[in-house]
């Protein structure tokens, strides 16, 4: 009951929305936390697992079709976990695809499931169009303009900003969320011969099995620079407040760091 | 202690119990319905229970898919395999003149049937993809006879499960259920691309599963077992994969 005595014990105008109680903010709700966390351990397990499944065959194509007597579109320079593939290293890296894919699997399902819940509740509370959608005022290209550059000079965020997002982090997240996030797991399924079986349109619509797979790398890579970004922006804004507010839920207001 | 914790307290315990018996009817029922992997216990039990649970729920009926002539590959890639045994060897000198599939278990009717003997029976063939849970796949078009066809010449006892099948390579041996077993698609292989299906990619008999990936398609098949029970086969996992460290079910 530590959280709640700290804070003044008023309810929120509006469920979902960041609000303002004295001079700490709710800038995470419960729901945005938990599944902020479960995503994060998630993604970090299918990363690892991803790239341990890469190292067996790093080698992408384009189409239906690719193996090691067929071109390339590209190769990662980088050893492999099989000595059928010709990497030009003198060695063998250890197999780790068998816990690696058990481990790939397990975590999609954990982070498609979070995802869900999480979409649905961010429908449902408000949350996408009250904290992701641009705000009114925003909708425009010089805001665009003045947020990228705003970035690019590192200015410090707002202190009166602390319990909302800006827009380009907003626009930021909507991407990661309706593009990357369902563009992984579309692709991700469509290299399962089980899945194609029942839904073949998911593999044809994407130019044939090898294509989905360097779509999906490539989707993979785009989240982890999202991933490394993010963290560089928590850092920049102050590690431990925003760290704590995805921990508590709270942050401190505009009089505290006044 | 207040009200309010109090409340807290009894309303989540009673969500906690809901949620255990819940999930207990569940798993029940997904027992019933054979939703449940035998490599279902550990810490990855839950992922590999819902690939398969969710793969037998959505893909009973479903056809891998079939590809044109024209999407063959040009060379169908025979990967790396353990050395071949000096029993095959003998067989392999000999045409496999000799090489027996011996069906076991639950059947009716148990024995030992000639590459000859197979090549009689309905001829199938199916161009479809083989892909390798390491990345890389190919088309090729594959030639036998279905599986389930040799399971009624054997005459499979009504409460059988499972088909597991073994390689004459004594570490490889697999299994699948009865629904991928009487599967249209899941040929006992012998052909490929027109011609006898090469040593490299597992002549002179492979199993073919195309609705899995290719660690499922066992080479040199040279023993059918049928059962109700994959705990008295290897370790009890249900194939030699899930043993090395890979999931028994490999449709994704």
Same mark, same amino acid.
């Not at chain 2, 073919?208 to 008295?232: A, E, M, S, W």
């Given at each position: 009951?530590?959280?709640?005595?700290?804070? #003044?014990?008023?309810?929120?105008?509006?469920?979902? @929305? =960041?609000?303002? %109680?004295?001079?700490?903010? +709710? $800038?995470?709700?419960?729901?945005?936390?938990?599944?902020?966390?479960?995503?994060?351990s998630a993604f970090l397990a299918l990363l690892v697992s991803g790239i341990e499944i890469v190292i067996s065959h790093p080698?992408?194509?384009?189409?239906?079709?690719?193996?090691?007597?067929?071109?390339?579109?590209?190769?990662l320079?980088i050893p492999s976990s099989r000595?059928l593939v010709?990497?030009?290293?003198?060695?063998v890296l250890p197999d780790q695809n068998g816990w690696s894919r058990y481990l790939h699997f397990q975590s999609a399902w954990l982070a498609?499931?979070?995802?869900?819940?999480?979409?649905?509740?961010?429908?449902?509370?408000?949350?996408?169009?009250?904290?992701?959608? #641009?705000?009114?005022?925003?909708?425009?290209?010089? @805001? =665009?303009?003045? %947020?990228?550059?705003?970035? +690019? $000079?590192?200015?410090?965020?707002?202190?009166?900003?602390?319990?909302?997002?800006?827009?380009?982090?907003?626009?930021?997240?909507?991407?990661?969320?309706?593009?990357?996030?369902?563009?992984v797991?579309?692709?991700g399924?469509?290299m399962s011969?089980?899945?194609?079986?029942?839904?073949?349109?998911?593999?044809?619509?994407?130019?044939?099995?090898?294509?989905?797979r360097?779509?999906h790398f490539?989707?993979a890579?785009?989240l982890l620079?999202?991933?490394?970004?993010?963290?560089?922006?928590?850092?920049?804004?102050?590690?431990?407040?925003?760290?704590?507010?995805?921990?508590?839920?709270?942050?401190?207001?505009?009089?505290?760091?006044? | 202690?207040?009200?309010?914790?109090?409340?807290?307290?009894?309303?989540?315990?009673?969500?906690?119990?809901?949620?255990?018996?819940?999930?207990?009817?569940?798993?029940?029922?997904?027992?019933?319905?054979?939703?449940?992997?035998?490599d279902?216990?550990g810490i990855w039990g839950v992922g590999e229970?819902l690939n398969?649970?969710?793969?037998?729920?959505?893909?009973?009926?479903?056809?891998?898919?079939?590809?044109?002539?024209?999407?063959?590959?040009?060379?169908?890639?025979?990967?790396?395999?353990?050395?071949?045994?000096?029993?095959?060897?003998?067989?392999?000198?000999?045409?496999?003149?000799?090489?027996?599939?011996?069906?076991?278990?639950?059947?009716?009717?148990?024995?030992?049937?000639?590459?000859?003997?197979?090549?009689?029976?309905?001829?199938?063939?199916?161009?479809?993809?083989?892909a390798c849970e390491e990345g890389w796949?190919?088309?090729?078009?594959?030639?036998?006879?279905?599986?389930?066809?040799?399971?009624?010449?054997?005459?499979?006892?009504?409460?059988?499960?499972?088909?597991?099948?073994?390689?004459?390579?004594?570490?490889?041996?697999?299994?699948?259920?009865?629904?991928?077993?009487?599967?249209?698609?899941?040929?006992?292989?012998?052909?490929?691309?027109?011609?006898?299906?090469?040593?490299?990619?597992?002549?002179?008999?492979?199993?073919?599963?195309?609705?899995?990936l290719g660690y499922?398609?066992?080479?040199?098949?040279?023993?059918?077992?049928?059962?109700?029970?994959?705990?008295?086969?290897?370790?009890?996992?249900?194939?030699?994969s899930p043993e090395g460290g890979y999931s028994w079910f490999a449709g994704v």
């Amino acid at each position: 009951m530590g959280e709640t005595q700290s804070v #003044p014990q008023k309810p929120a105008p509006e469920a979902g @929305a =960041l609000s303002r %109680s004295a001079n700490r903010l +709710l $800038r995470h709700t419960a729901l945005v936390r938990t599944t902020h966390w479960i995503t994060a351990s998630a993604f970090l397990a299918l990363l690892v697992s991803g790239i341990e499944i890469v190292i067996s065959h790093p080698r992408f194509y384009w189409g239906e079709n690719g193996n090691v007597l067929t071109p390339v579109l590209f190769k990662l320079p980088i050893p492999s976990s099989r000595s059928l593939v010709p990497t030009g290293y003198g060695y063998v890296l250890p197999d780790q695809n068998g816990w690696s894919r058990y481990l790939h699997f397990q975590s999609a399902w954990l982070a498609v499931l979070t995802g869900f819940v999480y979409v649905a509740a961010g429908f449902l509370s408000g949350h996408f169009r009250k904290n992701l959608l #641009p705000r009114a005022e925003d909708v425009s290209w010089r @805001a =665009l303009g003045s %947020s990228i550059a705003g970035h +690019l $000079r590192f200015v410090q965020p707002d202190a009166a900003d602390a319990g909302s997002y800006n827009l380009l982090q907003r626009l930021t997240y909507l991407f990661v969320i309706f593009a990357l996030g369902p563009l992984v797991i579309w692709t991700g399924l469509a290299m399962s011969p089980a899945f194609t079986s029942a839904f073949p349109a998911s593999v044809t619509l994407l130019g044939g099995r090898q294509s989905a797979r360097t779509i999906h790398f490539f989707v993979a890579v785009s989240l982890l620079l999202f991933l490394l970004v993010h963290v560089g922006m928590v850092w920049f804004a102050g590690f431990r407040s925003r760290m704590r507010a995805m921990i508590t839920g709270r942050i401190d207001g505009p009089v505290e760091d006044a | 202690m207040t009200d309010l914790s109090r409340r807290k307290l009894i309303k989540s315990g009673a969500v906690a119990a809901t949620g255990i018996a819940g999930l207990g009817v569940g798993i029940g029922l997904a027992k019933n319905y054979g939703l449940i992997p035998p490599d279902c216990g550990g810490i990855w039990g839950v992922g590999e229970t819902l690939n398969y649970a969710a793969y037998r729920l959505l893909t009973n009926h479903s056809m891998a898919r079939e590809f044109e002539r024209s999407e063959i590959s040009a060379k169908p890639l025979a990967n790396e395999m353990p050395p071949l045994t000096d029993e095959f060897k003998t067989l392999q000198a000999g045409g496999f003149a000799d090489w027996r599939l011996t069906v076991d278990g639950m059947v009716d009717r148990p024995g030992a049937f000639s590459l000859e003997q197979l090549k009689s029976y309905p001829r199938r063939s199916q161009i479809t993809q083989l892909a390798c849970e390491e990345g890389w796949s190919y088309v090729a078009e594959w030639t036998g006879v279905p599986l389930s066809h040799v399971l009624e010449v054997a005459g499979i006892k009504p409460k059988a499960k499972y088909v597991v099948y073994f390689s004459i390579d004594p570490d490889w041996w697999d299994s699948i259920d009865m629904s991928d077993a009487l599967h249209p698609q899941t040929y006992l292989a012998y052909g490929m691309n027109g011609g006898d299906l090469s040593v490299g990619n597992g002549g002179p008999l492979r199993m073919r599963v195309p609705r899995q990936l290719g660690y499922k398609n066992v080479k040199f098949i040279t023993r059918l077992t049928v059962t109700d029970d994959l705990k008295k086969f290897g370790k009890g996992l249900g194939s030699a994969s899930p043993e090395g460290g890979y999931s028994w079910f490999a449709g994704v």
